[in-house]
């Protein structure tokens, strides 16, 4: 039954069928998710519910990545936390409802800065990430999948664990849905092994009204999914500077954390389907929906890799299987919720416990001989951060640029000079490796100004001047040798490097710029 989606894979092979029950099975694990990230800043769980409909039917539409599954995001909820502090700090007394529009409001302006990012083409950046924080990042999610699921084996109300009858059903019913997912693909893959596990063990838990967690009981007392078509909600505040003062910076947070999330679990997504997506038209997608989601009184997001790994998992390869899991989303919450909260968290939580062990780069422990020892700080450091922390921006921020300066260390130590003096009595150093901030004092270091000849040649073939204090280093350079009385000269620059001089002479004096084989640039003296 394979045919091809013309109007939202642009020729693209589909099973619809398979398209269709892992969008089931994506819907089905995003209501718990959904309302577990709306209570983290206290918002009501179909504030989560409608953020996690508008972000997949959109970016599922309109995203770079087909399969890729969006919603409501802890990375997300737990930066309206500091928000709303900001404004019952700033406004004492503030209502609830008003916070609301605030937290609207800065979902918008976040969509809008992404959306921006995309027509920018800022989505390229993404491939500065190096491997060893993609595999600390990954590591870190899976723990983060993994230890999320705990609370769910306390008593109701409590921080105290389930005891008895009531935590070994919990368990067994957690790892027989763990069976059925690992167990059922080696027999056959003609449904999502994760659909049908909740079915089984949701089946065993209503038909023989077993007494244990359900989706109703992680709710707060009178709260329900049960609701219409997300309302619109055009944010009641003032529109004033002071406004904007109060939530840019958190809209700008929300946007960033937003695209860095969205962008990994797209290069995920990209390695596991080996295909490509594209940034640029994910970063517009997801600001589109994050607009939309503040209009339509959700609470905004991101990529969601655990769910996007449970839908590329189940088969899923195209948009039809995300717009599946939205409108199914959509369905529970008009129609099917007093069904839905009678789910057993057992079964979701094994599923999730799955996705966890799954998205687990397992590979990366075989990597820790093989890869230089500062790639594998790099990898633990980024994975403590993000599994410590949630804060994910800010893991890969780190992980990048420790990435960077161990790069610029060992770069630095590369540069080196090979000294000889020809018939004519010209000492020639032959410059090898690049020249820039970190190398600067190593390449002075290579001149011995007062015991060199009257003329030296430096000889450029093997390097480049790569940055501004490679070009204070040559002028510092000259400036020696001109005060001893010697003259220098720079040979085999290349072009670039030739350019980058003669554009900063303006603000650093090169007093020798000459090439006497090649010609290429003349004397400046």
Same mark, same amino acid.
Request: proline content about 4%; overall charge neutral.
């Given at each position: 039954?394979? *045919?091809?989606?013309?109007?939202?894979?642009? *020729?693209?092979?589909?099973?619809?069928?398979?398209?269709?029950?892992?969008?089931?099975?994506?819907?089905?694990?995003?209501?718990?998710?959904?309302?577990?990230?709306?209570?983290?800043?206290?918002?009501?769980?179909?504030?989560?519910?409608?953020?996690?409909?508008?972000?997949?039917?959109?970016?599922?539409?309109?995203?770079?990545?087909?399969?890729?599954?969006?919603?409501?995001?802890?990375?997300?909820?737990?930066?309206?936390?500091?928000?709303?502090?900001?404004?019952?700090?700033?406004?004492?007394?503030?209502?609830?409802?008003?916070?609301?529009?605030?937290?609207?409001?800065?979902?918008?302006?976040?969509?809008?800065?992404?959306?921006?990012?995309?027509?920018?083409?800022?989505?390229?950046?993404?491939?500065?990430?190096?491997?060893?924080?993609?595999?600390?990042?990954?590591?870190?999610?899976?723990?983060?999948?993994?230890?999320?699921?705990?609370?769910?084996?306390?008593?109701? !109300?409590?921080?105290?664990?389930?005891?008895?009858?009531?935590?070994?059903?919990?368990?067994?019913?957690?790892?027989?849905?763990?069976?059925?997912?690992?167990?059922?693909?080696?027999?056959?893959?003609?449904?999502?092994?994760?659909?049908?596990?909740?079915?089984?063990?949701?089946?065993?838990?209503?038909?023989?009204?077993?007494?244990?967690?359900?989706?109703?009981?992680?709710?707060?007392?009178?709260?329900?999914?049960?609701?219409?078509?997300?309302?619109?909600?055009?944010?009641?505040?003032?529109?004033?500077?002071?406004?904007?003062?109060?939530?840019?910076?958190?809209?700008?947070?929300?946007?960033?954390?937003?695209?860095?999330?969205?962008?990994?679990?797209?290069?995920?997504?990209?390695?596991?389907?080996?295909?490509?997506?594209?940034?640029?038209?994910?970063?517009?997608?997801?600001?589109?929906?994050?607009?939309?989601?503040?209009?339509?009184?959700?609470?905004?997001?991101?990529?969601?890799?655990?769910?996007?790994?449970?839908?590329?998992?189940?088969?899923?390869?195209?948009?039809?299987?995300?717009?599946?899991?939205?409108?199914?989303?959509?369905?529970?919450?008009?129609?099917?919720?007093?069904?839905?909260?009678?789910?057993?968290?057992?079964?979701?939580?094994?599923?999730?416990?799955?996705?966890?062990?799954?998205?687990?780069?397992?590979?990366?422990?075989?990597?820790?001989?093989?890869?230089?020892?500062?790639?594998?700080?790099?990898?633990?450091?980024?994975?403590?951060?993000?599994?410590?922390?949630?804060?994910?921006?800010?893991?890969?921020?780190?992980?990048?640029?420790?990435?960077?300066?161990?790069?610029?260390?060992?770069?630095?130590?590369?540069?080196?000079?090979?000294?000889?003096?020809?018939?004519? !009595?010209?000492?020639?150093?032959?410059?090898?490796?690049?020249?820039?901030?970190?190398?600067?004092?190593?390449?002075?270091?290579?001149?011995?100004?007062?015991?060199?000849?009257?003329?030296?040649?430096?000889?450029?073939?093997?390097?480049?001047?790569?940055?501004?204090?490679?070009?204070?280093?040559?002028?510092?350079?000259?400036?020696?040798?001109?005060?001893?009385?010697?003259?220098?000269?720079?040979?085999?620059?290349?072009?670039?490097?030739?350019?980058?001089?003669?554009?900063?002479?303006?603000?650093?004096?090169?007093?020798?710029?000459?090439?006497?084989?090649?010609?290429?640039?003349?004397?400046?003296?």
């Amino acid at each position: 039954m394979r *045919k091809y989606l013309n109007i939202f894979d642009f *020729k693209q092979k589909v099973d619809y069928k398979t398209e269709i029950l892992s969008g089931l099975t994506v819907a089905l694990a995003l209501v718990p998710e959904a309302i577990a990230f709306a209570l983290i800043p206290g918002f009501s769980p179909l504030t989560g519910l409608y953020a996690a409909f508008v972000l997949a039917l959109v970016t599922s539409i309109l995203g770079g990545r087909p399969g890729m599954i969006s919603g409501a995001t802890g990375a997300v909820a737990v930066i309206f936390i500091g928000l709303i502090l900001e404004l019952k700090n700033t406004f004492p007394g503030i209502e609830p409802e008003t916070i609301l529009h605030y937290v609207f409001a800065t979902v918008i302006i976040a969509g809008v800065l992404q959306v921006i990012a995309g027509f920018l083409r800022l989505g390229k950046f993404i491939r500065l990430v190096p491997h060893p924080v993609m595999f600390g990042f990954v590591n870190g999610l899976a723990i983060i999948i993994f230890m999320a699921q705990f609370p769910n084996f306390y008593q109701k !109300g409590t921080d105290e664990l389930l005891t008895g009858a009531s935590m070994y059903t919990m368990l067994g019913l957690t790892f027989l849905t763990m069976l059925i997912i690992w167990g059922v693909p080696k027999l056959t893959k003609a449904i999502p092994s994760s659909l049908l596990a909740i079915v089984v063990v949701s089946a065993i838990v209503i038909g023989f009204n077993v007494d244990t967690l359900t989706v109703a009981d992680t709710m707060k007392e009178g709260q329900t999914i049960q609701g219409g078509f997300p309302p619109l909600s055009i944010p009641n505040i003032p529109f004033t500077l002071e406004t904007l003062k109060i939530i840019f910076p958190f809209s700008l947070i929300v946007a960033v954390v937003g695209l860095t999330e969205s962008l990994l679990t797209l290069n995920i997504i990209d390695e596991i389907t080996e295909t490509r997506g594209s940034g640029n038209k994910e970063c517009v997608a997801q600001g589109t929906a994050n607009i939309l989601s503040g209009f339509l009184s959700g609470m905004g997001g991101c990529a969601m890799i655990g769910q996007s790994l449970i839908n590329t998992s189940s088969g899923a390869r195209a948009r039809l299987s995300g717009i599946t899991a939205a409108v199914m989303l959509l369905v529970f919450i008009m129609f099917g919720s007093s069904l839905i909260e009678r789910l057993p968290m057992a079964a979701l939580v094994g599923l999730m416990f799955m996705v966890a062990i799954g998205t687990f780069e397992w590979a990366s422990f075989k990597t820790f001989r093989k890869m230089p020892n500062s790639d594998v700080i790099v990898m633990v450091l980024v994975t403590l951060i993000t599994a410590v922390t949630h804060n994910l921006a800010v893991a890969v921020l780190f992980g990048v640029v420790i990435s960077a300066l161990a790069y610029s260390w060992e770069n630095a130590k590369r540069i080196r000079a090979r000294k000889y003096v020809d018939e004519q !009595g010209i000492k020639h150093y032959e410059i090898y490796g690049p020249l820039f901030f970190a190398s600067t004092t190593l390449f002075n270091e290579k001149f011995d100004v007062q015991n060199d000849p009257e003329e030296v040649i430096i000889d450029f073939r093997e390097s480049r001047v790569v940055d501004m204090s490679g070009i204070e280093a040559l002028n510092k350079l000259t400036e020696r040798y001109a005060k001893a009385g010697k003259k220098i000269h720079l040979k085999h620059l290349s072009k670039d490097c030739i350019l980058l001089l003669e554009n900063a002479n303006d603000i650093i004096d090169v007093n020798v710029l000459e090439d006497p084989t090649y010609k290429v640039a003349v004397d400046k003296v």
